[in-house]
């Protein structure tokens, strides 16, 4: 049995995230998988996500996971790592865009100060 698996949905930077987790757990089976089965019989589950979140959500729905991914996240150990973790959001500033609805709440845009001088201009 895989103790970990990395969801493989079509985005995220998987290699990095693999390579991060046999690092900080060595003892462990760690799993990149786009398999069904094997997200479910995973104990831990890891959703990293990269770009945009419109992008994200569209690729989790194309590649049939989103039933599987939101079931391991309500049932068991779930690290969503960047736009991962801003999908278990019911909706998202970015794009807006409707998320799994994991957490009741909505993702917000971070704003730096930069982003409001660069405004003003």
Known sequence: M???????????NLRSVAKALVHVA???AITV?????VIRA???VVLPGQSAMPDCM?????????EV?????????FLGICLGLQMLFEMSEE??????GVFARRGRQVRSRRDDVVARE
């Open 2 to 12: 895989t103790d970990i698996v990395v969801v493989d949905y079509g985005m995220g």
């Open 26 to 28: 060595p003892n462990r």
């Open 33 to 37: 998988s786009a398999d069904p089965g």
């Open 42 to 44: 995973a104990a831990r």
């Open 58 to 66: 569209r690729c989790l729905d194309e590649s049939g996971l989103r």
């Open 69 to 77: 991914v939101d079931e391991a996240a309500r049932r068991r150990p």
């Open 95 to 100: 794009g807006p865009t409707p998320g799994l």
